[in-house]
């Protein structure tokens, strides 16, 4: 039986808006707060019942708003934000579509008071999600403006089912404020749950004072691992703090990415940090960082998720290539000495630090104040060096995957010049078990596994080798031909240069039907169509594909393990030093190619700890 087709009710139609907008409590402050940003605010709290359903409290003292637009501030797509299509391609505003407020209106009780700077007084107004919403009503309230939300979902109770339990609930509200507290140092947040403060974060502006904020929500352990960095390229800005491989965490749950502030999770800068990774972190390991990426707002648009999680960039190829090659560079200047985000300079011949800086302000404060010290020991800390007169140096002549050392003539095993240069791994002391070098730095005491080290060395000497004389490509006895999709196929025809980069020879035999002719060299024997399909997957997703580059640095990687120094290989003196050299002018050489760590600092106060000196 047909049915005749109406108007659906005000309130009806802002309740299955709020099916988009309110998920649960989370939902409901994610809405507001990011309201009470938009609106200038310099201090915002947040105050939860019963894990956000019985009271959700958000007060600002932002601009507040006007007395005659409290009423339509609850009317939907009603805002303040946006006047045209134009600014709407270009929004920079958290909110902008009029939708929160009348959502959480419909399916709770409602009070927005407020007050706008040289008022004589607040106002306040409540509304439930109909067109029919009683005049503003004087109220107490200093300059800003309160969100009052009780009773959530009590009209909807088949949604309140859908709930957790509180602890859950308010567990969801305050990883929310988190992620807001990280992308806006310059704001202070107060975060209540049944009248006990569980936050209270105030404005951060120096390095130290964003550093302590980051370590209060993270963990001074992040903190003391991340590495610090800033880089800008062709209207693009990347900079955070990433953690050392070292940091890696067993779940995506310390993984925090903001573009133009706001917080989203999307694929393509995803793929772009996994890929930066990839040569360094342990395989089922996820890194773990705080990274803010700017970008002219024109280029990305945000409008394409209720929730505004996920985003589009018009030129998704140009910003992959740069967050990868930004992020791997980073990674990459990684090596005993050198701190990421300062001027360092390292001689390339001979490992020495030509310039250093300590660490961060943050760190010598949670150092001296004994705040966040991890037990020893403790991986790859930064250090500071005094170098003088350029000495003499242990080198190896021969450093191949054969791991064949041979001894430099007439050269001492003691530091060269009486420790006129202090290394960051120090002098060779002794070998333990055939296994690890132990070593004596102007910190304490190093120890370095020799076979890890040796691999990142022998693994990062093959790439550059490989770069350098290109991927050489075989013929394949039998061309393999693809079936694909019309568009796969037009794909690979745009490609084909990048094809050739490669070392692949791609030919497009028919409208849906490619065919293989060559792959490269290192990869003979593997399976070619599912390598085409592999990279046409990637490009259709990312615009762009590193698979082919990977899977030969497998083959590499493997190369490198099996031609590393083995253990219970005995060294001599002159031997352990040129591999501690080595290191120290090799990128990535704090971690083997499976994301382990190749050495340890054990400092003389951890020493000291370990014998009860001083105590």
Known sequence: MSQRIHALPTQLINQIAAGEVVERPASVVKELVENSLDAGATRIEVEIEQGGVKLIRVRDNGQGIHQEDLALALSRHATSKINSLEELEKVSSMGFRGEALPSIASVSRLTATSMQEGAESGWSVSGDGRDDIAPPKPAAHPRGTTIEVRDLFYNTPARRKFLRTEKTEFGHIETLLKRLALSRFDIAFTLRHNQREVLSLPVASERQELERRVAELLGSGFIEQALHFEQEHAGLKLYGWVARPTF?????????????????????????????????????????????????????????????????????????????????????????????????????????????????????????????????????????????????????????????????????????????????????????????????????????????????????????????????????????????????????????????????????????????????????????????????????????????????????????????????????????????????????????????????????????????RGQ
């Open 248 to 612: 890696s965490r067993s779940q995506a749950d310390m993984q925090y990415f903001y573009v133009n502030r706001r917080t989203v999770r999307d694929k393509l800068v995803a793929h772009a940090i996994r890929q930066a990774y990839q040569d360094v972190l342990y395989h089922g390991r996820h890194p773990a960082y705080v990274l803010f990426f700017e970008i002219d707002p024109v280029l990305v648009d945000v409008n394409v998720h209720p929730t505004k999680h996920e985003v589009r960039f018009r030129d998704s190829r140009l910003v992959h290539d740069f967050l990868f090659r930004t992020l791997h560079r980073t990674l990459a200047e990684e090596r005993p000495g050198v701190v990421a985000d300062e001027s360092v300079a390292v001689d390339k011949e001979t490992g020495e630090i030509l310039s250093a800086s300590s660490t961060s302000p943050v760190q010598q404060e949670m150092q001296q104040s004994g705040m966040g010290q991890a037990p020893a020991p403790s991986y790859q800390r930064p250090f500071r060096f005094q170098v003088q007169d350029r000495p003499k140096h242990y080198q190896l002549d021969n450093f191949q995957a054969s791991m064949s050392l041979q001894t430099p003539p007439q050269q001492s095993t003691e530091p060269p010049g009486g420790a006129e240069v202090q290394h960051p791994l120090g002098y060779a002391i002794a070998q333990l078990k055939g296994i690890y070098i132990l070593a004596e730095n102007t910190q304490g005491m190093t120890l370095v596994d020799m076979h890890a080290a040796h691999e990142r060395i022998t693994y990062e000497r093959f790439k550059q080798a490989q770069d350098g004389e290109g991927i050489r490509s075989q013929p394949l006895l039998v061309p393999v031909s693809v079936a694909v999709s019309r568009r796969e196929a037009d794909l690979a025809e745009e490609q084909m240069e990048l094809f050739a980069e490669l070392g692949v020879e791609v030919d497009r035999l028919g409208a849906e039907t490619l065919v293989v002719r060559a792959i490269p060299v290192l990869l003979q024997g593997a399976d070619s169509e599912k390598l085409l399909r592999d990279v046409l997957a990637d490009l259709v997703v990312y615009g762009t594909s590193e698979r082919i580059r990977h899977e030969i640095n497998e083959v590499l990687a493997t190369m490198a393990c099996h031609g590393s120094v083995r253990a219970n290989r005995k060294l001599t003196i002159e031997e352990m030093n040129a591999l501690l050299r080595d290191m120290e002018r090799t990128e990535r050489s704090g971690q083997c190619n499976h994301g382990r760590p190749t050495w340890v600092q054990l400092t003389l106060d951890e020493l000291d700890k370990l014998f009860m």
